[in-house]
C-alpha cells in the first residue's frame, strides 16, 4: 500500500500490522545482592539490535515512499500509479505468502478485503499522488502524519474512543498544524487545495486502518494486505491500458519510482515492521513511526532538492507533537486496548 503514523494509533494505520507482543516468564529467586539487583533493569531494558535495525528500516521504506511518489507522477497520471502501485505490490506480497505457505481467508472477509483495498491502497495512492503533483515530500509526509488523528475523531463520533483533556489539547495543536500547512504557499497565507488533496488521503488511511480491525481478528497480516493490494489492482483495471501506455514511455525515473513503491514502501516495508514488532515493544516499535515525517524531509532534500517552507515545517511539527499527546497522554486504558 500506500505509506504507510503513531504509537499504537500509528501502529494500526501500517498495512499489515498485527500486534505480537511475548510476556516474559516469571520467575522465583531468593534475594539478591544489591549490586546485582542494580544492574539487573539495564540487562532487561535493553532493545535487541535485530528489532531496532528492522524498525529502522521500516522508517526509511516508509519515507522513502513521499520522494518516490513526486518522481513517479512525472510520467504517470495518479490513477496509473495506483494501477501500478498496487500490482506490484499485489506480485511481491503475494510471492512472500506464497514463500510462507500462507493459506486464503475466508469467503465472507473477501467483500471487506476489497473494500479496504479500494480504500487504503487505490484512491489513497491516487490521492496523495494528485496532492503530491503539487506538494513537496516532506510536507506530503507531515499532513499524512495526521492520520492517528483522524482516527481518534473518527472513533468520538462513533463512540469508539474516548479522548482526555489532554487528547482534546492534543487534537487541536495537530489541527493548528494541517491549518498552517493548508494556507502555506510561497510564504504567503492562502488556502493550497492541494494540500487538502493529500489530507483526504490521510483520513482515507484513518478509515483503512480502523477498518482491518475486525479482519485481522480472523487472518494473517500478511493475508490481509496482500489480497488488499490485489483488490485494489483490480478495482483500478479499467486504467490498466493507460497505465502501460505510459510505462513505455516514461524515462527510466518514472518507471523505477512507480515499481519502486510497490515493493520497497510496501512489501519490504510489512515484512520488516512485522519483524521489528516480534522483538520490541509495541511502544519502543511504535516510537520509531515518529521519524518517518523527519525522513522524508531528508531524502527530499538529498534526492529531490526539495526544501519546505518555514510554515510548513513549523506545522508538521505541531502535527507530530499533537500526535504524541494524543498518544502518550489522550487516550483512557480501554481505548488503548480497542486500539490494539
Request: positive net charge.
Amino acid at each position: 500500500m500506500p505509506e504507510c503514523t503513531l504509537i499504537r494509533l500509528f501502529q494500526c494505520s501500517a498495512p499489515g500490522y498485527t500486534w505480537s507482543m511475548a510476556s516474559e516468564p516469571l520467575s522465583l529467586a531468593l534475594p539478591a545482592p544489591a549490586a546485582a539487583c542494580q544492574a539487573a533493569p539495564s540487562t532487561a531494558n535493553a532493545l535487541p539490535a535485530r528489532g531496532l535495525a528492522l524498525a529502522a528500516v521500516t522508517v526509511l521504506c516508509w519515507a522513502s515512499a513521499f520522494p518516490a511518489i513526486r518522481i513517479a507522477v512525472r510520467g504517470f497520471g495518479p490513477l496509473e500509479v495506483a494501477f501500478l502501485r498496487a500490482s506490484a505490490a499485489g506480485l511481491a506480497l503475494g510471492a512472500i505468502a506464497v514463500v510462507r505457505r500462507e493459506g486464503l481467508p475466508a469467503l465472507r472477509d473477501l467483500p471487506v478485503l476489497a473494500g479496504l483495498g479500494l480504500v487504503g491502497h487505490s484512491l489513497y495512492t491516487a490521492t496523495l499522488s494528485l496532492g503530491q503533483t503539487r506538494i513537496p515530500a516532506a510536507t506530503a509526509s507531515f499532513l499524512i502524519a495526521s492520520a492517528p488523528i483522524w482516527m481518534v475523531l473518527i472513533g468520538r463520533l462513533t463512540g469508539t474512543e474516548r479522548v482526555t483533556r489532554w487528547g482534546m489539547a492534543g487534537l487541536l495543536v495537530s489541527l493548528t498544524g494541517v491549518l498552517l500547512i493548508s494556507l502555506g504557499r510561497g510564504g504567503a497565507l492562502r488556502l493550497n487545495r492541494y494540500a487538502l488533496v493529500v489530507l483526504g488521503a490521510a483520513v482515507l488511511q484513518a478509515v483503512y486502518s480502523m477498518g482491518q480491525r475486525p479482519v485481522l481478528a480472523r487472518c494473517s497480516g500478511l493475508q490481509m494486505v496482500t489480497f488488499a493490494a490485489l483488490f485494489a489492482a483490480l478495482g483500478f483495471l479499467p486504467w490498466s491500458g493507460r497505465a502501460l501506455a505510459q510505462f513505455a514511455q516514461a524515462g527510466a525515473g518514472p518507471r523505477g519510482a512507480v515499481l519502486f513503491l510497490g515493493v520497497v514502501p510496501t512489501a519490504v516495508g510489512y515484512w520488516t515492521w512485522a519483524g521489528a514488532n516480534r522483538h520490541l515493544r509495541a511502544s519502543a516499535a511504535g516510537s520509531f513511526l515518529y521519524l518517518v515525517p523527519p525522513v522524508a524531509l531528508l531524502l527530499g532534500w538529498a534526492v529531490l532538492g526539495e526544501t519546505p517552507t518555514a510554515l510548513a515545517l513549523g506545522g508538521g511539527l505541531l502535527v507530530i507533537a499533537g500526535v504524541a499527546m494524543v498518544q502518550r497522554l489522550g487516550r483512557t486504558g480501554r481505548s488503548r486496548e480497542r486500539a490494539a
